[in-house]
């Protein structure tokens, strides 16, 4: 998930702006935001599609105007665009302003510890909607959160087998967050940060052995010609940031109904596309293994490798919270992420994990028809 630093081009702002309008109509036109490229199931279910749902739920009466990839923003550039209006809507990756979203990021340490989206996705947008700290934040930035986004969880990727750790020994593997950084070097490997954009030039060239990302990368990154053998091991999850980010100015001068359109609008797109990724992840593992690649179960040296760091990671991340991110009253942040998970396990196991609709109907009731009428107005 890592960019190099791009700057947000004045003459794109320019462009940009004014930010929204209202027509004779009465409706209202506004910008909406997501620097993944418009195949990616945060563009095409959690923007493209949730424009059109937008539309319909307000009977045209919301107008937005969907820019995907980089065109508008840059990846770390979108928090600053959401905050000047360039854009009034869009998503933004945590990990990309860590000095900005200490919290979201405090949070996002546990990434390493779980392994099913679903769930995960889910119980980051109750947290994020309810955690009175994560909420001061979002306050202070001046952009109100709407839902998050999950990725399927990172696997390993590599040029050659890596089944155990005899075989991680010495690799040079490219790792997107501290955790995993840091579990690979305890493993023996070396971690190489660079940006998820440079992975098959890397598997290519050599200068990376393995690639942990998403396995819809074999696909929709071509990683399976260069990268022939994956090892189903769940190196974590990325969730931190809002999947939708809104100013706040613009927020607050929405009609109360056309706020209702955006929550039940974001409980059907972010249901839907946690789905539709899940599948587009087992999907694209089937492909690679039809074009010759080799799928690997890890073995059980591995696998314990991740276990025993995973608790480590467990009791490490209130020091880290404090220590690292300036987190207060680390306990108190944690133990109710902790909570809001198990309460979103509970629930789950009682729905059809591949139902869209129920899904939704299940965030609506359990998040966003409790949030307060007055939610997001600062």
Known sequence: ???????????????????????????????????????????????????????????????????????????????????????????????????????ANAVQELGFNYSDPLISILAVTDFSLNNPTQLAEWEEL??????????????????????????????????????????????????VNVPSSEMYSGLDRGSLDCATNAVNDL???????????TTLLPTGMYWSGPQWGFNAGFWADLSDEQREVFKEASAK???????????????????AESNGNNIYEPEDDLMASVETFRDEALENVYDKARDQYGVEDPEALIDDFLATYDKWEALISEVDREDEEALAELAMEEIFDKLPADYGIY
């Open 1 to 103: 998930m890592n960019v190099t630093r791009n700057t947000l081009p004045l003459v794109v702002a320019a462009l940009a702006l004014p930010a929204f309008v209202a027509s004779a109509h009465a409706s209202t036109s506004f910008i909406a935001n997501s620097f993944y490229d418009q195949q990616h199931p945060f563009s095409r279910y959690g923007y493209i599609e949730w424009a059109e749902t937008v539309k319909e739920l307000s009977d045209g009466e919301l107008q937005p105007e969907v820019y995907t990839g980089t065109v508008l923003l840059a990846p770390r550039a979108s928090l600053q665009g959401i905050q000047d209006n360039i854009a009034q809507v869009a998503h933004h990756a945590a990990i990309y302003t860590p000095s900005e979203m200490p919290v």
């Open 142 to 191: 001046g952009i109100v959160y709407l839902g998050a986004y999950n990725t399927p969880p990172y696997v390993l990727m590599c040029r050659e087998p890596v089944r155990n750790l005899e075989e991680l020994s010495g690799k040079r593997i490219r790792t997107a967050g501290s955790t995993v950084s840091a579990w690979v070097e305890e493993a023996g490997g070396t971690p």
């Open 219 to 229: 696909v929709d990154r071509s990683l399976w010609e260069v990268a022939e053998h």
């Open 269 to 287: 797109a972010m249901t839907r596309m946690v789905v539709q990724y899940i599948g587009a992840a087992e999907a694209a593992m089937e492909e």
